[in-house]
């Protein structure tokens, strides 16, 4: 037996932080059935003993800037015993900073516009042995570092994009092997999230007027001595520097032919921020580069611009090695789609998404450190072809991938490869709903969504919790949840508004189910309980009897993207989706409420959910599973089967309507957001095995293959992005006009169908958190002959493969240690099992079971 991976805060190393970490373990083994029987973890003379491999916290002291050795030993039901080490560092925790903020006060940020960025520096001598030297650093604004002209760290956008009135986070970087007898420490700061321009009403300055550096360099010489290089008015700042431009949308601008000694110096100014915020170690993710992608293909555009295909649409940044003459200016332009062999920018709508370069004489090297884009295709003017080698850098969140789908349908294997990207272009530090256009916000409806989707592929822990940890601080007083998360600037008022809201409930609890850790719950379950609580009193206002459960007021998106009808038509349909939302919300959170030992809560939230239901069959439907009047559509149907609303005959009915209304559609769904992510699991666990994969399968549009087949790389945001005639659908929603509208390439919300492909098809679920004990009952049909779901669980590997060979199944189950597995025949079968690898087989019968709905 081994232990495979020990983490610290989710991290197997570099971990820093402010707050007591939490250690996790998983273990291998070539014993079958092997199990956990007790682990004893110690950091110094603290040791705790468990049987549990995940969420074991901390809570032995603590000092600042100190390196503390994790030591794991595990033994086995077997008597192995397997032992680990991990180490993590302490930041400053409570400790005051000597340093002091500081900005250009003279400088004024131009209205709608962002800042031109600022240059920071201080020059200091370290003229004694060095035994360690770090720098803490934070900024309003983004920023990066240089020492001694080398760039500090490998992150983008530090310090990420948080609730800077509420929290913003601290850097740590470890620099004793970079100081010299004389040194200079530079810091280039842009507008970024704080100041610079961002949603699509171009906003501004809405966390600071200004940027402003925080920033301490600390010295331990070997002698025992020590300094601390802090920032105050004995920095300089210029605002003059190389960046001349650099913000989210329209791109970055740089002059090489600008070095320190032309820049314009002054004393910088000492200054503060708004409020307090609370200043942390950093606790999300860092933004890095994550692959490397060379162009498959370059043309000459009819304008002759030069158009490079970098073959997948991403999030992102140009490489360019260039042989450059001095002032010669050097254009890329980025889009995702191609019309008529040019890029197609109109659907950017003010966004420039452009990279200016101006050269100096020889070879050079230009990439965007301060901005980034979401594209396939990039346009190069002002430079011949020969004299350039381009490549693309990808940049998202670290994120370990953590699951993979495969299958024998090729378009399948397509469709989770375009699912995967779409997650990865847009986990850019938050959740956006876009990379590429005058947007980038985190939307919270469009990860509600796709959180189980999101969970499966990557391990979303530290991700999802930086991103709650701003949405419990913006939740409203009365429980609402903002529409975006960090709200910076969005115009939306805060209230309780279906799957936009319920995203405080459907993000943690999909992190749960995968990763098991009861902290997360604990931490966002009064966000929940608020949240629940304005939805029931907006619910109840003015209505009596079943009308009391009504979820209408005050606002919700509705079947939000739906190819049918307008932005105000999907609006309308709030009302049955808010309810059934409301009913599923009250579900979950009874469940957590009982893992978390509060009854008397789970009690409550399982009334209201019945309430809720009982609402939802006496006013919205005949009684006997047919949705009268304006409820009669196809996501008023999908959501109360999926949430296990429905019983006896009328869940037949409602899957009998709900085929009735997608065969009506031409053998098409008609869903938006909240309904695409279970229109299938509606149809096969109700005994529509077969209409479900004819829905997957299908290729005309509206279809996930039609994305496919049209070229799409990842998910988009309409189902008509791209029309069958080779035109973009840029129609506005709101006036029908063609100006723009809201059409993009790269959505990842319609990709929560790979939750169907993984639970159903691979079959592969978990029934406690973080596959404790999980489930594989793969479900057939659609001419597969093959699929294939691996996830890496907090315990190890489970994984689910099966081939079919006429009416031969085989199937090959792996079972992480420390896990139970039920195994689910086509047969009907049933199988018991324990860590290890199984296989089994069996003779495919003319009817597949019904599989075990998640409700």
């Not at 956006?432 to 959180?451: I, L, N």
């Amino acid at each position: 037996m081994k232990i495979t991976r020990l983490t610290v805060d989710g991290l197997e190393s570099d971990c820093i932080t402010d707050e007591a970490p939490v250690f996790a373990f998983a273990l291998a083994s070539d014993v079958a059935g092997e199990a956990l029987a007790t682990a004893t973890v110690r950091v110094g003379d603290w040791s705790v003993e468990t049987s549990d491999q995940v969420g074991i916290s901390y809570d032995g002291p603590l000092a600042p800037y100190t390196d503390y050795r994790v030591e794991v030993t595990a033994t086995g039901t077997s008597g192995a015993v397997a032992t680990a080490e991990a180490s993590f560092r302490t930041a400053r925790l409570d400790r005051p900073w000597v340093a002091r903020w500081i900005t250009d006060a003279a400088y004024r940020t131009p209205k709608n516009a962002s800042p031109v960025p600022m240059v920071f520096r201080t020059r200091f001598a370290a003229a004694k042995p060095v035994r360690r030297a770090w720098i803490e650093a934070t900024a309003l604004g983004v920023y990066e570092l240089e020492l001694n002209g080398t760039k500090v760290g490998d992150q983008y956008f530090a310090p990420g994009f948080t609730s800077y009135a509420h929290q913003i986070q601290v850097q740590t970087y470890d620099v004793t092997d970079r100081l010299g007898s004389s040194n200079e420490l530079a810091a280039t700061v842009a507008g970024g999230w704080a100041v610079g321009s961002y949603t699509f009403a171009r906003k501004n300055k809405i966390d600071a007027d200004r940027q402003a550096l925080l920033a301490e360099l600390h010295i331990e010489y070997a002698d025992g001595t020590g300094d601390v290089i802090a920032t105050g008015p004995n920095w300089e700042v210029s605002t003059d520097g190389p960046v001349r431009m650099a913000e989210w949308y329209d791109g970055e601008t740089v002059d090489a032919r600008v070095t320190g000694a032309d820049m314009t110096w002054k004393t910088a100014d000492v200054t503060a921020p708004r409020g307090t915020p609370k200043l942390l170690a950093q606790y999300g993710p860092s933004v890095r580069v994550q692959r490397t992608f060379e162009p498959v293909s370059r043309t000459v555009a009819p304008s002759g611009e030069v158009v490079y295909d970098f073959g997948q649409n991403f999030a992102g940044v140009i490489h360019a090695r260039l042989l450059g003459r001095d002032g010669q200016t050097v254009v890329f332009r980025h889009a995702e789609v191609l019309v008529d062999g040019e890029l197609f920018v109109k659907s950017l709508r003010t966004a420039k998404a452009t990279a200016t370069y101006t050269c100096v004489d020889g070879s050079q090297v230009y990439s965007p450190r301060l901005t980034y884009m979401g594209f396939r295709y990039v346009g190069v003017t002002g430079i011949d072809p020969d004299d350039l080698e381009l490549t693309a850098l990808v940049l998202h969140s670290d994120l370990h991938r953590t699951g993979t789908f495969t299958s024998s349908n090729e378009r399948l294997n397509k469709l989770q490869s375009a699912i995967e990207w779409g997650g990865r272009s847009n986990f850019v530090d938050i959740p956006t709903d876009c990379p590429q256009r005058d947007e980038r916000e985190g939307w919270t409806g469009d990860y509600a969504v796709f959180a189980t989707t999101a969970s499966y592929n990557f391990d979303m822990g530290r991700f999802v919790d930086k991103w709650l940890r701003d949405m419990a601080a913006e939740q409203a007083r009365g429980g609402g949840i903002p529409m975006v998360v960090p709200r910076s600037g969005n115009g939306f008022p805060i209230m309780a508004t279906s799957f936009w809201g319920d995203a405080c409930v459907l993000a943690p609890w999909a992190e749960y189910r995968a990763r098991g850790d009861l902290g997360l719950l604990r931490r966002t379950y009064p966000m929940m309980r608020k949240f629940l609580q304005a939805a029931d009193w907006w619910s109840g206002l003015l209505s009596i009897g079943d009308h009391r459960h009504i979820w209408q007021f005050p606002f919700h998106f509705g079947d939000w993207t739906s190819p049918d009808g307008s932005a105000k038509e999907w609006i309308q349909k709030g009302k049955w989706i808010g309810t059934a939302a409301f009913a599923n919300s009250c579900g979950i959170v009874a469940e957590i409420a009982d893992l978390l030992g509060e009854h008397a809560d789970a009690a409550r939230y399982r009334a209201l959910r019945e309430d809720t239901i009982r609402a939802y069959r006496n006013v919205f439907t005949d009684g006997a599973g047919t949705l009268t009047g304006k409820g009669d559509f196809q996501t008023a149907y999908v959501l109360p089967l999926y949430f296990g609303m429905t019983v006896g005959a009328e869940t037949e009915a409602m899957a009998t309507n709900l085929v009735r209304l997608i065969e009506g559609n031409g053998g098409h769904l008609a869903t938006g957001f909240p309904g695409t992510p279970y229109i299938l699991f509606a149809l096969s666990d109700h005994g529509r095995i077969d209409e479900a994969f004819d829905l997957l399968l299908q290729t005309g549009p509206p279809s996930w293959l039609y994305m496919v087949d049209a070229g799409g790389t990842t998910i988009w945001e309409r189902w008509d992005a791209l029309r069958p005639d080779g035109t973009v659908n840029t129609i506005d929603l709101n006036t029908g006009k063609d100006t723009g509208g809201m059409v993009s390439f790269n959505h990842y919300a319609a990709g929560a169908v790979g939750d169907w492909l993984y639970t159903r098809i691979a079959g592969i679920e978990p029934t406690s958190g973080g596959y404790r004990s999980f489930h594989v009952a793969p479900l057939m049909g659609g001419g597969l002959t093959s699929a294939e779901g691996i996830v890496e669980t907090p315990y190890g590997r489970a994984s689910s493969s099966w081939t079919r060979d006429g009416d031969a199944f085989a199937l090959r189950v792996e079972v992480p240690v420390s896990t139970t597995c039920t195994v689910v025949l086509p047969d009907g079968s049933t199988h018991e099992v324990t860590s290890g690898a199984h296989e089994f087989g069996c003779t495919v019968p003319a009817r597949q079971p019904v599989p075990v709905g998640r409700h």
